[in-house]
C-alpha cells in the first residue's frame, strides 16, 4: 500500500516524512500544534487532514513517530483513529517508547484485525535526512515485509529483533549506553582539558583505542563550541533512561541510575537543549 499516515512531524518525523514523498508514497499528515512542517510537506505534495482520526482513515499504513507513551497512548489509543484504520492496515509505531505502552497499543490494533510492527529508530536527525536511519523491529517477519519498501525509504538498516516490545526493549537498552557514553564523553573531554590535551589529538588517538565511543567522536564539537541546538532533545534522553530504569527493576545499575539523575539534574535548564547539553557544567 502506497497510502502512508504521518503523525508526529518533529525533528524525525519532518525529515522522514520528506523522504518518503521523494520516493513517490502519497503522505497524508495534520497539523498538532506547529504549522510549519505541514505546510512545507503539503508545498512537496503531502494531503492535509482535520485530525490523526481522518489521516487514519486515509491510509493503508499509518506510522508514528510521537514523543513518549504519554502521546502515543493519546494519539494512538484514541477510539476515533482506531476506527479510521480499515481491517488489513498496518501501525508502523516509530517512537521511543516503553515496551508495556507498545504491547498495549499492539492488543488494541491486533484485536480489530490491524497488523502492528514496533519499530524505533537510531541515527538521529542526520539519519532521518539522510534516509540512512537504523530501525530496531519487533513484530512478525511478514508483517516487517509488507512494510519493507516504505521502512527502506528511511533507513538503511531494518532489523527484526523480536516480537512487537522487543524493538522498544532493545532501542532502551541503545539509549542507556547512549545516555552513558555522552556523560563519559563529557567527563573526558573535562579531563583532556585539565590535562592539557587538545580535543583533536583525543579523538584522533582514543578514537583508535579501547575508550573510543560514537559520542566521542560525534559530540565533542558541539560541546566545545557549546553549541546545544537540539538534535535530540536532552528531555527525550531522560524519558529514555527513565523507560531503562523501570524496566532494570531490581537489577539497579548504577549507571543507567547515575545517568538518569544526571539528566534529571540538569533538566530544568537543559530540558530543550541538545541532550549533549548533559554534560555543558563541567566544561564552564
Ligand atoms: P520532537 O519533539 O521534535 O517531535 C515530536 C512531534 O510529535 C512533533 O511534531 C509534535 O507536534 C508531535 N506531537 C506531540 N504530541 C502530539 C500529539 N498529542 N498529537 C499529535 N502529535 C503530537 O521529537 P523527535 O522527533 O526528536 O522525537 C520523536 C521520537 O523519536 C521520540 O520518542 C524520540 O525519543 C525518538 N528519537 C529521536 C531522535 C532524535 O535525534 N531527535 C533519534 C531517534 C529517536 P508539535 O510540535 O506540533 O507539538
Given at each position: 500500500d502506497r497510502t502512508i499516515g504521518f503523525l508526529g512531524l518533529g525533528a524525525m518525523g519532518l525529515p522522514m516524512a520528506r523522504n518518503l514523498l521523494e520516493k513517490g508514497f502519497e503522505l497524508h499528515i495534520a497539523a498538532h500544534r506547529n504549522r510549519e512542517p505541514v505546510e512545507e510537506l503539503k508545498q512537496a505534495g503531502a494531503i492535509e487532514h482535520e485530525s490523526p482520526a481522518e489521516v487514519a482513515q486515509s491510509c493503508g499504513v499509518l506510522i508514528s513517530i510521537l514523543p513518549a507513551d504519554k502521546e502515543m497512548a493519546e494519539v494512538l489509543l484514541d477510539e476515533k483513529v482506531l476506527d479510521g484504520l480499515g481491517r488489513e492496515s498496518v501501525l508502523i509505531e516509530m517512537t521511543s517508547g516503553s515496551p508495556d505502552m507498545m504491547k498495549r497499543i499492539a492488543s488494541a490494533y491486533e484485536e480489530r484485525g490491524i497488523r502492528v510492527l514496533d519499530a524505533p529508530v537510531s541515527g538521529g536527525t542526520a539519519g532521518a535526512e539522510k534516509g540512512t536511519l537504523t530501525v530496531m523491529a519487533g513484530g512478525q517477519e511478514k508483517v516487517l515485509d509488507t512494510v519493507r519498501p516504505v521502512l527502506e525509504s528511511m533507513a538503511k538498516n531494518i532489523f527484526l529483533?523480536?516480537?512487537?516490545g522487543s524493538g522498544k526493549a532493545i532501542k532502551a537498552i541503545n539509549q542507556m549506553l547512549a545516555a552513558i557514553h555522552m556523560a563519559a564523553a563529557g567527563e573526558a573531554l573535562a579531563l583532556a582539558r585539565k590535562l592539557e590535551v587538545p580535543v583533536e589529538i583525543l579523538k584522533e588517538v582514543i578514537g583508535k583505542s579501547s575508550g573510543a565511543s560514537w559520542m566521542l567522536m560525534n559530540k565533542l564539537d558541539g560541546l566545545v563550541k557549546g553549541n546545544?541546538?537540539?538534535?535530540?532533545k536532552h528531555h527525550l534522553m531522560t524519558k529514555d533512561v527513565q523507560i531503562a530504569v523501570d524496566e532494570s527493576a531490581e537489577l539497579e545499575l548504577p549507571l543507567a541510575g547515575l545517568a538518569l539523575k544526571l539528566y534529571r539534574d540538569t533538566e530544568s535548564e537543559?530540558?530543550?537543549?541538545?541532550?549533549?547539553?548533559?554534560?555543558a557544567k563541567l566544561l564552564t
Open positions: 529483533v523480536g516480537p512487537v546545544f541546538t537540539p538534535g535530540f537543559a530540558g530543550e537543549l541538545d541532550f549533549s547539553a548533559v554534560a
